[in-house]
């Protein structure tokens, strides 16, 4: 059952955003915490290889936003996580969230992948990526690298352990430290109004306790300390 001091239901709604490979179950504990918590969520499936990042942006993520805009009469959230980050700041040039959102990104490659990168060239890299995972590129011409800056309020919480499960990846070219997957340094946006770094994986990441409550917190208050102060990046990590 919701806190009593949770956020009524019906008041605010949070749109989630998985990420490349992923479906929607990805994003259910997180789910659960936000319903639990009073919000109203809408919980995007969507193809994460089938289409570039402007047409899940727009065919995918724009819909769910206009959904979670009809159940509520208070502001609309997005959170993401890895790609859906990216897909967010895709749908938000030009635009933002209703009724004054904010958005939460969770393992977001803002500054491009290394691991992408260094695959791109890959004969199978587009099947196996698709058109959106390819221009998640650090190459100065990608659609990720020329996207402009978000008006909306945005806090983004980065990983620092290296997950077992992708030990099969060689992590040479990712600075340390990263969650096995994204570096915390491509996860740093300049428009950003907090930061946080946890201990955790690409993939526990979006199973954390912690990181929920930094969530709730964020779309309360527009910081993860609840005092609107943007911590320096070097201090966190």
């Known amino acids: 059952m919701p806190d009593e001091d949770a956020v009524s239901q019906q008041d ?14 990805a994003m259910l504990p997180l789910e659960w915490s936000l319903t639990d918590a009073g919000y109203g969520v809408v919980n995007v499936d969507y193809d994460s290889t089938s289409k570039s990042l402007s047409r899940l942006a727009e065919e995918d993520l724009r819909p769910a936003i206009a959904r979670c805009e009809s159940m509520v009469d208070g502001p609309v959230h997005l959170v993401t996580h890895s790609m859906g980050g990216i897909i967010a700041r895709t749908y938000l040039q030009g635009r933002t969230l209703p009724r004054g959102g904010r958005l939460v990104m969770l393992s977001p490659p803002n500054q491009g992948s290394v691991l992408v990168s260094r695959f791109e060239d890959w004969p199978l890299a587009r099947h196996i990526l698709g058109p959106a995972g390819l221009e998640l590129s650090q190459a100065s011409d990608s659609p990720l690298r020329n996207l402009e800056p978000l008006t909306v309020d945005v806090g983004v919480i980065a990983g620092t352990s290296n ?7 060689p992590h ?3 600075p340390q430290p990263h969650d096995g997957t994204v570096s915390v340094e491509s996860t740093f946006l300049p428009e950003m109004r907090d930061f946080r770094a946890v201990d955790a994986n690409h993939v526990s990441i979006r199973h954390s306790e ?6 709730r917190k964020f779309l309360e208050t527009a910081s993860f300390s609840g005092e609107g102060a943007v911590p320096p990046h070097d201090e966190q990590l």
Do not use: K, M
């Open 210 to 215: 912690e990181v929920f409550q930094l969530i």
């Open 12 to 25: 605010e709604c949070v749109v989630l955003a998985h990420g490349l490979w992923r479906s929607n179950l």
């Open 163 to 169: 997950s077992p499960w992708t030990a099969w990846v």
């Open 172 to 174: 040479t070219d990712l």
